[in-house]
């Protein structure tokens, strides 16, 4: 049996990948009588609705809009409020007005973009400083506070403040937003959805139409990427499906576009950032108030989520005694932004980044240096929301990426390179992580699963995390294979559904192994547990005779070494009248958190890493490339190191493309104008790191109770790309004096970079 | 001279041949593959030719094989060829082809949904044996897109790919008659019969290669009324590689005119690596991007920068034209209704003379450039005798620097620079600011200028 946990398992669907093979919803066979549906989109940032018409034509089967919406016209994820078609108002440029239902794709699609729109528009609110200026949020200013910063700041023997930005992101997944509703008896809907969030879709079909939660039956086989963006984003998609499913008795497939997508759905928050930080003549920190502004767009969405979370890591691996973050959600006309791996953390890490720059700059003092005396340790071992940093591993990850990645040899090398090169320029950077596992909110952190044994022995699985590319299903099969000791070959993972496990969280967080892992290893340890009672008494043995191992089941009692195979035992069962099948429950121990106080333990575990960056600027016209990469990470004791190594190089890259090439740009009207790949610059292959060296964290198994010791790697090293921030300050810093710091802000375009040289040049 | 208005598109798919009546043939080849022939496993990813989802291969008569874009690609273009999807490189037995197999081997899949797209350009990249360093792997990657793995397992994937055997092509009977496909669709076979298309169907769109007009069809979703597609016209094919020039006629595609290209101006190696992508290059033209007349064309500043002409031909006769006087305003050529363009000619560089270029983005690959410069100098006794600077992405037009182009053989590189200011009035948009893009038009001068002193020396990120 080589195929359990800590195995390099491939990813399940690789070869249907290859060949083409595996299904997305688009490809799924479409009953006679499919419609197609379009959306309206609002061409106004903001304004008052007075009317949308679709003139009738060709194949157009009904145009839906507010007022046909039998339930509530409610689409929001926590909040309330946020219409699936605006009703007497629209918020932002890309707001779905209505839907047009046809026959064919095209009709649908000719008749929306025929559409007569009405609006009277109003003045807009468009950047983040308009924002806080109108003082126009989302929610309340939310604030973590430990300690007395203001007198610290007084009292500290040195003070600075800064001011940056860094903007958003958008998904990019490959499979655009779509949903496939197919009516049922009875008003039931079943939707093929590609969604993070099945539960979610569920409910929120459900509310629209005005119908119970056990109608609606959400499933997802696999999406073509997700990243967060398939969280709340995917549930109106399928909602709006589901409505015209049901208004018309056809099964409907909605379908976004590209330039629908980019423009109708939310994107990473945009963030702006002013801080004064004390500290003393060595560069340690003693006090930090930091204002940490989203661009949360035009509703609530998920925006509590992530600025909570930018504000719990804006510490990130440095201990701070007395500490002030306060995150502001801005309400503008724009996309509504919402989760994107790593959910504000990204956003949160690069305060201290900056700021530790600029310390280091002022005291003439190696930043890497004032970085490791900040962290936090057995002095300082206390996050400023309360949480003990345990299991610490900072020393570990990045004594061993100084070590991986030369660190001092290259430091010198590159000074010296500098000195003598005028036009091209190298920069270094260095960066640690800690990221909070667990959902900020202690009651999503549950998860069920369903496994059967069938009596030839062979195992269905089915539990409630989605399959988007991160390999859960391979890693759940695989804790299956390791409680039954059987080949992975026995175990079908099976799509997620509603109507299988309910009442799940999203697979965001990172958390879809921990959560589902644990549930399905219960699911499957019931089981194993009826098997073992059954068998000792059909063998006459003692239930602790009973061995599983190596797709055989042994009976190793005193005089007999009887050995069945695990499907005769299966059989036996049967015949035996035992049941082989079973559902499997976890909830996150330990966790536990006062949102309003923004004090507790929010997080189970934290997860630690480190990465160095090197990059080449041209002095000329900004260009910047990522020569080399070295990346630490901690996996705890990893489930599965193939899909691991997946995560960790897909993320860093993806991080990359934030904090470099990817502009999300709006013209003075509020209107997205990069709305597909030509005008979005998502990192090609030539932009990963030339040189990219990667590797888990040796012999490091969880220190909390997880499933087979391992941590979740999904969102933490994508915030190792703020290496290549760090090094473009670097190099950028390598034009000046050298005792200049950088305001370079996010994305740090070609544009962006030599503007930061020319304004350091003088 | 049309055969008949019946015409049916025939090519051949996966070695079978295919007959295809009754639909557009502007429909594009992917929504025929996955609509009408329920072939899913190639994706949309974009429907703008960006993302490499739908990539599938042309084989070639001659035994080349290149990836290309079925989003982009109208059926009526199809006729005449041999394609081969993902599905077509399963065994008869229904195993995977070794770059399947090698693919997933690799852990170089994620969510999967870009991955027939990137098999397809492995397996083109295959079969072209090409030796599988990093630069032409990163060459052949340049138009596929990949949201989740960060590339490195693909580019492994891509370093084992040599040695396996691809099928032949297998393209169906040249056509002896030229075909009309839905009335709409004419695919001349001759200059006379395309000239004489051309002026009695004014509101007709002369399609080449399609990979800007098969947005129309692909991403608006509103195909022109007409098309004639000049891509069998045997006149438009010509490419003549001359002692004194070069001439290309204007249907041929990037990928065939590369190699000479490259050999007669080697800068334009690494320029050309990054005009679009090898699936673009694979179907789009040079006389196609003069034809478009945008802005950000690439290739009108090399052109420009060459002092190419452009050879046009009517029923009226034909005339050449300079290219500094063949874009008139935006998207306006100097070309009249009833004109196409033949061909194009590029003299050689003579003794003396180098050619620079240069093309700043966002993104290294597949990106359209904030600023491209093209820059022939003529130096003579170590004296820079003769110029030629032209620029895209800052005018209306792809134009030459004038103003630059006479301060420099005066006054030298900063009075050219200071110059720039006079020549060009660039537009804020999305891929950079007016001020960004004068101030990089003015460094490029500078690059040039350290270019010309030392050769030797890196002046990019690209070559550390």
Redesign the interface.
């Given at each position: 049996m080589k195929s359990g946990v800590h195995t390099a398992q491939r990813h399940d669907s690789a070869l249907k990948h290859v060949t083409g093979q595996a299904l997305y919803i688009d490809d799924m066979p479409e009953p006679a009588g499919t419609l197609h549906a379009a959306l309206v989109l609002s061409p106004i940032a903001h304004g008052r609705l007075r009317k949308v018409a679709v003139p009738p034509s060709p194949g157009v089967v009904a145009v839906l809009d507010a007022r046909d919406i039998p339930g509530k016209n409610d689409v929001a994820p926590v909040g309330s409020d946020e219409p699936l078609f605006a009703t007497d108002r629209v918020f932002y440029a890309g707001q779905p007005l209505a839907m047009v239902v046809a026959a064919t794709l095209d009709a649908a699609r000719h008749a929306a973009d025929r559409a007569t729109i009405e609006i009277d528009a109003e003045p807009a609110i468009l950047d983040i400083e308009s924002a806080l200026a109108a003082k126009a949020y989302v929610q309340a200013p939310q604030t973590l506070l430990r300690g007395d910063p203001d007198s610290a700041l007084k009292s500290s023997p040195h003070c600075l403040s800064a001011e940056f930005t860094v903007g958003g992101q958008e998904h990019f997944y490959l499979e655009g937003q779509i949903a496939f509703a197919l009516p049922g008896e009875d008003g039931d809907i079943v939707v093929h959805t590609s969604t993070q969030h099945p539960t979610e879709v569920q409910h929120i079909c459900a509310r629209l139409l005005g119908c119970d939660f056990n109608r609606i039956t959400a499933v997802v086989r696999r999406l073509g990427g997700g990243f967060g963006g398939k969280e709340s984003n995917a549930s109106w998609v399928a909602g709006a499906a589901a409505l015209a499913a049901n208004h018309t008795g056809k099964p409907v497939k909605l379908r976004l576009p590209r330039e629908v997508d980019m423009v109708a759905t939310g994107k990473r928050h945009p963030f702006l950032y002013r801080y004064t930080v004390g500290f003393d003549g060595a560069g340690r920190v003693l006090a930090l108030d930091a204002m940490l502004a989203a661009d949360a767009g035009w509703s609530l969405d998920l925006t509590p989520g992530v600025v909570a979370r930018a504000l719990t890591h804006t510490d990130n691996a440095y201990w701070i005694p007395h500490f002030r973050a306060v995150g502001y959600a801005c309400r503008t006309h724009k996309q509504s932004n919402t989760a994107f791996r790593g959910f504000g953390g990204p956003q949160g890490v690069v305060v201290m980044e900056d700021a530790l720059d600029r310390i280091a700059h002022r005291l003439g003092r190696d930043p890497v240096e004032v970085r490791t005396l900040n962290f936090y340790d057995g002095e300082g071992d206390e996050t400023p929301f309360g949480q003990k940093v345990e299991g610490n591993l900072l020393p570990r990850v990045w004594a061993a990426v100084k070590h991986e990645a030369d660190w001092a040899r290259r430091r010198a090398e590159i000074d010296a390179f500098n000195k003598t090169s005028p036009v091209l320029k190298r920069g270094l950077g260095l960066f640690p992580v800690k990221f909070g596992i667990s959902f900020n909110i202690p009651h999503m952190n549950q998860a069920g699963a369903l496994v059967h044994v069938y009596s030839d022995g062979s195992i269905r699985l089915n539990h409630g995390g989605t399959e988007m590319g991160q390999g859960l299903f391979i890693k759940v099969a695989q804790v299956v294979a390791e409680v039954f000791k059987v080949d992975i070959g026995r175990i079908r993972p099976s799509a997620t559904s509603t109507a299988e496990v309910p009442n799940t969280s999203p697979t965001a967080a990172s958390t879809g192994s921990d959560l589902n892992g644990w549930a399905a290893f219960e699911a499957a340890n019931t089981i194993k547990k009826r098997m073992i009672a059954f068998a000792a008494e059909h063998f006459g043995a003692a239930e602790s005779e009973i061995e599983f191992a190596d797709n055989t089941v042994r009976i190793a009692k005193p005089g007999s070494n009887r050995v069945v195979s695990f499907n005769e035992l299966a059989k036996l069962c049967y015949l035996g009248r035992v049941s082989l099948s079973s559902t499997g429950y976890y909830k996150t121990p330990k966790i536990h958190w006062d949102g309003v106080k923004m004090k507790g333990r929010p997080f189970f575990y934290f997860s630690f890493g480190a990465a160095a960056a090197e990059v080449a600027i041209d002095t000329l016209t900004g260009e910047s490339r990522v020569l080399r990469a070295d990346l630490v990470q901690d996996c705890g004791t990893s489930l599965n190191p193939a899909v691991d190594l997946g995560q960790i190089e897909g993320a860093f890259v993806q991080g990359q493309g934030w904090l470099t090439s990817e502009e999300l740009w709006w013209d003075k009207e509020g209107r997205l104008r990069t709305v597909g790949p030509s005008t979005y610059k998502i990192p090609g292959s030539r932009d990963a790191p030339a040189i990219f060296n990667v590797r888990m964290l040796d012999n490091a198994p969880n220190t909390e109770a997880t499933i087979f010791r391992s941590k979740a790697v999904g969102e933490p090293p994508l915030l190792l790309a703020t290496a290549v921030w760090n090094a473009l300050k670097d190099a950028i810093a390598a034009t000046g004096d050298g005792k200049t710091a950088v305001r370079l802000d996010a994305p740090a375009t070609p544009e962006r970079i030599l503007a930061a040289i020319d304004k350091l040049k003088g | 001279m049309f055969s008949r208005m019946a015409d049916t598109i025939r090519f051949t798919l996966n070695g079978q041949p295919v007959d295809v009546g009754g639909l557009s043939p502007m429909t594009t080849l992917l929504d025929w593959l996955?609509d009408h022939r329920g072939?899913?496993?190639?994706?949309?990813?974009?429907?703008?030719?960006?993302?490499g989802?739908c990539t599938v291969v042309l084989e070639r008569a001659d035994g080349q094989h290149e990836a290309m874009n079925s989003c982009i690609a109208m059926l009526g273009q199809m006729d005449g060829q041999s394609i081969r999807?993902?599905?077509g490189?399963?065994g008869k037995d229904g195993t995977?082809h070794p770059v399947?197999?090698v693919?997933?081997?690799s852990?170089a899949?994620?969510?999967?949904?870009?991955?027939?797209g990137f098999?397809m350009t492995a397996y083109a990249f295959a079969a072209g044996g090409e030796p599988p360093a990093?630069e032409t792997?990163?060459d052949a990657?340049?138009g596929?897109?990949?949201?989740?793995?960060?590339?490195?397992?693909?580019?492994d994937a891509m370093k084992k790919m040599t040695g396996f055997a691809t099928e032949p092509a297998a393209p169906p009977a040249a056509r002896t008659a030229s075909p009309a496909f839905d009335g709409t669709f004419f695919a001349p076979r001759s200059l006379d019969e395309l000239v004489a298309l051309r002026a009695r169907y004014p509101e007709a769109l002369l399609l080449a290669g399609g990979t800007d007009l098969g947005l129309l069809a692909s991403?608006s979703?509103?195909p022109p009324p007409a098309a004639i597609h000049v891509s069998h016209v045997p006149e438009l094919n010509v490419v003549h590689a001359g002692d004194r020039h070069l001439t290309f006629g204007a249907a041929v595609s990037y990928a065939c005119a590369w190699p000479i290209l490259v050999e007669a101006f080697p800068a334009l190696r690494t320029y050309l690596a990054r005009l679009g992508s090898r699936q673009i290059r694979t179907m789009g033209t040079i006389g196609g991007n003069l034809g478009n007349a945008s802005p950000i064309g690439d290739m009108p500043p090399v052109l420009l920068a060459l002092d190419g002409k452009v050879a046009l031909v009517s029923r009226r006769g034909a005339r050449e034209v300079p290219l500094d006087r063949f874009f008139v305003g935006y998207r306006e050529t100097a070309l009249a209704a009833d004109e196409v363009i033949q061909s194009f000619t590029l003299p050689r560089l003579r003794a003396g003379e180098s050619f620079h270029c240069d093309k700043?983005?966002?993104?290294?690959?597949?990106?359209?450039s904030?600023v491209a410069g093209a820059y022939r100098i003529r130096i003579e006794n170590g004296r820079i005798e003769d110029a030629r600077l032209a620029f895209g992405g800052m005018a209306a037009t792809p134009k030459r620097a004038s103003h630059a182009e006479a301060a420099l053989l005066k006054d030298g590189f900063d009075a050219a620079r200071a110059a720039l200011a006079q020549d060009f009035q660039p537009l804020d948009?999305?891929?950079?600011?007016a001020a960004?893009r004068l101030?990089?038009a003015a460094?490029?001068l500078?690059?040039l200028e350290?270019r010309l002193a030392e050769p030797r020396r890196?002046?990019?990120?690209?070559?550390?």
């Open positions: - | 996955r072939l899913k496993g190639t994706k949309e990813g974009c429907a703008e030719g960006d993302c989802a999807t993902i599905e490189l399963l995977p399947q197999r693919f997933a081997e852990d899949t994620q969510c999967g949904f870009c991955t027939p098999v990093l792997i990163h990657l340049a596929n897109l990949c949201r989740c793995t960060g590339y490195r397992p693909i580019v991403r979703r509103t700043v983005s966002k993104r290294r690959d597949q990106d359209i904030a948009d999305w891929r950079g600011t960004y101030r990089v460094n490029l500078r690059r350290l890196p002046v990019e990120v690209e070559a550390l």
